[in-house]
């Protein structure tokens, strides 16, 4: 549900003074939005994009520079890729959705690719929505460039811009997702067809919010298709993803955001994430908000090395992975595991304080030492 005007642009006034003044807004594309799903109690996180900081540069400015991104080459051979596969009106595009999910359909010949210019992202979300009513009124097959969508995140509208929509005869949607990654042999890198699945599953998501608010709502199809370049070619190639599985985890997700609002309204008075404050007064700024690393944040957050040298200082052991943090229970920091295995502090009947010290006693069977307790 949209805010109200006026508690909406109190919020937005209020996200522009955390990010700066005179700083444009960086916006949250579906990458982010992905990975900010696969963590939502990061607070850290949900504040800086909701405010849409650029976090490369506040990394950079914390001293801690990302590397985490994609070079200036690999974008402008994707970029390229993507223009080969939307030439001649997306002739070849329509041929692989054809193809890979709809051979049932009249075979396209040709199709309607749409004009979805207009101003902000407002509206080109409101011109793609009337695009997609249209669309699907005309019974063909129609051919979204680059539409815009708005899916609400913890409270704040994120503008999103898949590669492109493909609308079917039978008035369908399917998200197309074009990556310059090869197929090799009819196959690709499944990390990297995973983080595609997952990004679609946010256009999906915002898409279906879309069509529930037409009548009849039309059906968001949960197979995308996923274009790459055949082999070790330019030739275009595709693959039919089945996405249900990353939809269900990222909405049930996205649900378990706090709101933006929320933890704006617990920040100090004053704060600001703008690159171009002192180091340490900025420093202060991201402190203030709590952060949850993982070592999975290394591939996916530009901060990510300031938070992991953050975790490692503090001791605590969601540095060393989720799945360690959620077998130690209440057991937070890696000097409250060691003094629970060497028996100084902890209830024995907690499994993992028992576990520790079934551990620590094996250890010390192993060297041929006494155990410590």
Not at 42 to 64: E, P, Q
Request: net charge neutral.
């Amino acid at each position: 549900m949209p805010l109200p005007r006026t508690r909406g642009t109190a919020l937005r006034q209020r996200l522009a003074e955390l990010r700066g003044p005179e700083v444009p807004a960086k916006a949250l594309d579906a990458r982010a939005l992905a990975a900010l799903a696969a963590n939502p109690g990061c607070r850290r996180r949900a504040i800086l994009d909701g405010a849409g900081v650029n976090k490369t540069a506040l990394a950079s400015a914390l001293g801690s520079p990302s590397a985490f991104g994609q070079s200036q080459f690999a974008l402008t051979r994707g970029n390229a890729f993507e223009a080969k596969v939307k030439a001649d009106g997306g002739a070849e595009l329509l041929r692989l959705v054809h193809e890979r999910l709809d051979r049932g359909a009249e075979p396209p010949d040709g199709a309607h690719v749409p004009d979805l210019t207009a101003i902000g992202p407002e509206g080109r979300t409101a011109r793609t929505a009337l695009a997609l009513r249209e669309a699907g009124e005309a019974q063909g097959w129609t051919l979204l460039d680059h539409p815009m969508l708005a899916l609400d995140v913890a409270g704040s509208p994120a503008f999103l811009e898949p590669d492109a929509v493909v609308v079917h005869p039978d008035g369908s949607w399917t998200v197309v997702e074009i990556k310059s990654f090869p197929m090799l042999d009819g196959s690709a890198d499944p990390s990297k067809v995973g983080a595609a699945a997952r990004q679609a599953a946010v256009y999906v998501l915002a898409l279906e919010e879309v069509a529930a608010r037409l009548e009849p709502a039309p059906k968001v199809r949960h197979r995308v298709l996923l274009v790459c370049p055949k082999d070790f070619s330019n030739l275009p190639t595709a693959s039919a993803v089945d996405i249900r599985k990353q939809r269900a985890v990222t909405a049930r997700q996205l649900a378990r955001l706090t709101r933006i609002e929320d933890i704006a309204d617990a920040l100090p008075e004053g704060t600001c994430f703008a690159p171009g404050l002192p180091a340490a007064e900025l420093a202060a700024a991201v402190e203030s908000v709590p952060a949850t690393y993982a070592p999975e944040c290394l591939s996916a957050c530009e901060l990510a090395f300031h938070c992991r040298d953050r975790s490692r200082a503090a001791g605590q052991v969601t540095s060393l992975g989720r799945s360690v943090r959620a077998e130690l229970g209440g057991l937070t920091t890696v000097e409250d595991v060691l003094a629970a295995a060497r028996g100084e502090t902890g209830d024995p009947d907690d499994p993992a304080v028992a576990a520790l010290r079934r551990a620590a006693e094996l250890r010390a069977e192993a060297l041929g030492v006494a155990a410590c307790h």
